[in-house]
């Protein structure tokens, strides 16, 4: 049997990273604003980006960030990141 990312709860936890970090902006304006590592990211997708590297097996901010920029503009942003972000934690898992 084939066990789908969106079954596993990797997928479940990474989604909960990126439902705070998207709340978080809710409350607070200035998280809008660049972040200090890369003046194109806001701050509170930098923060995402963070929490979730440090989920994953290793660290690997510029995969995740990457990741993120793929799922940007889509529709579905919250679930194309979360799955690609998935799909990256059982990569470097299985490394």
């Not at 990312?5 to 998280?31: N, Q, V, W």
């Not at 701050?43 to 660290?59: F, G, L, T």
């Not at 510029?62 to 940007?72: D, I, L, N, S």
């Amino acid at each position: 049997m084939i066990k789908l990312a969106i079954d596993t709860k990797e997928y479940k936890e990474i989604g909960k990273i990126i439902s705070k970090g998207l709340k978080r902006r809710e409350t607070d304006d200035s998280l809008y604003q660049p972040s200090e590592e890369d003046k194109l990211i806001p701050k509170y997708v930098m923060m995402m980006i963070k929490d979730i590297s440090d989920y994953m097996p290793e660290p690997c901010v510029e995969e995740v960030t990457r990741h993120e920029q793929y799922a940007m503009g889509h529709v579905d942003y919250f679930s194309k990141f979360n799955l690609y972000c998935t799909r990256l934690y059982f990569e470097l898992k299985n490394k």
